[in-house]
């Protein structure tokens, strides 16, 4: 008997694994093109929030960035307001943290 | 000893040269109590540096070239003339100019020369004092550019490119960045990583990992910069960029073996195993974006997506309308073993000459209506007599970034292997050479020594 629910003890123990593995990991990635309606940069100017208007939806979407050179480009103005961007985002748990954050603009 | 030595004192040197440009700029106060009018202003104190830089690929977009096949005699080529699939356009066919309005009514500005740092009204390849004058200094030398301001205005129907001239700007020189380099190079070939897919990044690349910065390397003598040999690369101020000399010398490996292959195959090789940026691209079809504007067909990939085509390069350069690529063979002493980037693109052709014609993006960009990007570049050209039929050109593009660190780089196996990256016999090696070639007795000894050694 002590053997049996051992046993069933394990095997539960494995399936909240399993099943608590996925959600950890359920992070969607999504593209997307849009304008870049405002940029809020935070004071230590370690992270951004860029609001991108979905050229496909209309809807603004809220975008973090997080990456040096993005961060950069932020700073000095060679990313500003009114920009189109090629954007790659994971959204996980109501954040969008963004992977790519590029101008769709090139010569 | 010495050789490390003498690395020691270059780093040295190299860290006290960007500490003291670390420093406040002498002209702070001479611009704070004088204000700042552009090049004028920069040369109270360095003479001589704006004519200087008239005569610079930066400024002319093109140079005398004399490594490529089929050009005409006597004419500078570059960015500013050339015709080939990666761009299709140049800065004659495609100077900054307003799209007309596409079917939403929305027009933009686009063109090659966006990025030429005069002001437009003194573009590419200009002279005189109105040239001079022209120079945006500071676009290189600032650390507190405001890019918003470099942007293209119509003023009296002229198109003008904007400029930071402020004081803020003015008083914070410095040595220029990666970034600085890369706020024009990383967007070429129509977006960002689309031409060359290098970057600049840590990730990619164990110089930047180093903190090394482009300058580095391209070290700049009197605003000329020294270039590689890339076969698709041909416009050079006539310095260029080598890994050996002052870094690695010219038996840059502890082992022996590893220094005999250095004499037939590049250092690029091994040590560049991956490449990026676009594959394929066609002119012949636009795709309509979201925003209403049409783009070309393009299939890009990120930095270190893509694995390098392997050929023996002599440094001189095969010019076909249908293949631009490096000559060489196994027999030319002069030729070693180089990596590139393979990209594919398509585009009109003239079917009375055979040559591949250029494209206004203009036309196409609004309505997407290919043709008609061709009738306009004619028109430009003064082209009368063509008719456009769509072709294939195959282009190399040197493989000359994103260093991989050590560990990442090409090994005896990944070459020496029945299925190694190098395909010996269109090398130019016999079925007998490519048996022992890719046979393990090569390396194996060597190999299992190296093992045995890291294990314990």
Request: glycine residues 8%; positive net charge; hydrophobic residues 35%.
């Amino acid at each position: 008997m002590k053997r049996v629910l051992t046993v069933v003890f394990l095997a539960a123990v494995m399936m909240v694994s399993v099943l608590s593995i996925p959600k950890m990991a359920s992070a969607e990635e999504i593209k997307m093109v849009g304008v870049l309606n405002k940029i809020e940069l935070a004071a230590d100017g370690k992270s951004a929030i860029a609001i991108l208007k979905d050229n496909k939806s209309g809807e603004e979407v809220q975008i973090s960035v997080t990456d040096e050179l993005t961060l950069d480009k932020l700073k000095d103005k060679r990313i500003v307001e009114g920009d189109e961007i090629r954007c790659k985002f994971d959204k996980q748990d109501k954040k969008n943290a963004s992977k790519i954050f590029k101008k769709t603009a090139g010569c | 000893m010495l050789k490390k030595s003498f690395i020691a004192t270059v780093i040295c040197l190299s860290v006290a040269a960007s500490f003291s440009y670390a420093k406040e700029h002498p002209g702070k106060e001479y611009v704070l109590k004088n204000g700042y009018q552009g090049p004028k202003t920069c040369e109270v104190c360095h003479p001589g540096k704006a004519k200087e830089i008239l005569g610079t690929v930066h400024w002319k977009h093109a140079s005398k070239v004399d490594n490529v096949d089929n050009l005409k005699p006597g004419v500078e080529y570059g960015m500013k003339n050339r015709i080939y699939t990666m761009c299709n356009g140049n800065d004659i066919v495609n100077n900054l100019k307003e799209i007309p309005p596409n079917l939403q009514g929305k027009t933009k500005f686009s063109g090659c020369n966006t990025c030429h740092m005069g002001d437009h009204v003194s573009d590419v390849g200009s002279t005189g004092a109105a040239a001079e004058a022209a120079i945006d200094c500071l676009l290189c030398h600032s650390s507190k550019y405001d890019f918003s301001k470099r942007k293209p205005t119509k003023v009296d129907g002229n198109i003008v490119m904007g400029q930071d001239r402020s004081i803020e700007a003015a008083i914070n020189i410095t040595r220029p960045t990666s970034k600085t380099c890369m706020t024009c190079h990383e967007s070429a070939g129509g977006g960002v990583l689309v031409k060359r897919g290098f970057a600049v990044t840590s990730e990619a690349d164990v110089h930047v990992a180093n903190k090394m910065v482009c300058i580095d390397c391209h070290q700049v003598k009197n605003h000329r910069f020294p270039t590689g040999y890339d076969p698709n690369n041909w416009a050079h101020d006539g310095l260029r960029v080598s890994c050996a000399g002052e870094c690695h010398g010219e038996k840059p490996h502890k082992e022996a073996g590893l220094n005999r292959h250095a004499e037939k195959i590049a250092c690029q090789t091994c040590h560049i195993p991956k490449t990026g940026g676009a594959i394929a691209k066609d002119f012949t079809k636009w795709q309509k974006q979201e925003n209403g504007f049409w783009e070309p067909a393009t299939l890009k990939k990120e930095a270190n997506e893509t694995i390098p085509v392997y050929a023996w390069y002599n440094l001189t350069v095969s010019n076909e309308p249908h293949f631009i690529g490096p000559k060489g063979s196994r027999g030319d002493s002069k030729s070693k073993i180089y990596p590139f980037k393979l990209f594919q693109g398509k585009a009109f052709y003239n079917q009375k000459t055979g040559d591949l014609m250029s494209m206004d993006f203009a036309p196409p960009m609004a309505t997407g209506d290919t043709l008609a990007g061709v009738a306009s570049a004619a028109r430009i050209l003064r082209i009368a007599d063509y008719k456009p039929v769509p072709g294939w050109q195959t282009i190399y593009f040197g493989s000359n970034h994103q260093v991989a660190p050590k560990k990442k780089a090409l090994a005896c196996a990944s070459c020496h292997s029945p299925n190694g990256v190098l395909n010996f016999k269109e090398l130019g090696y016999s079925g007998e050479e490519i048996k022992k070639l890719t046979s393990p007795a090569i390396y194996f000894d060597q190999l299992l020594k190296k093992q045995e050694q890291e294990e314990f």
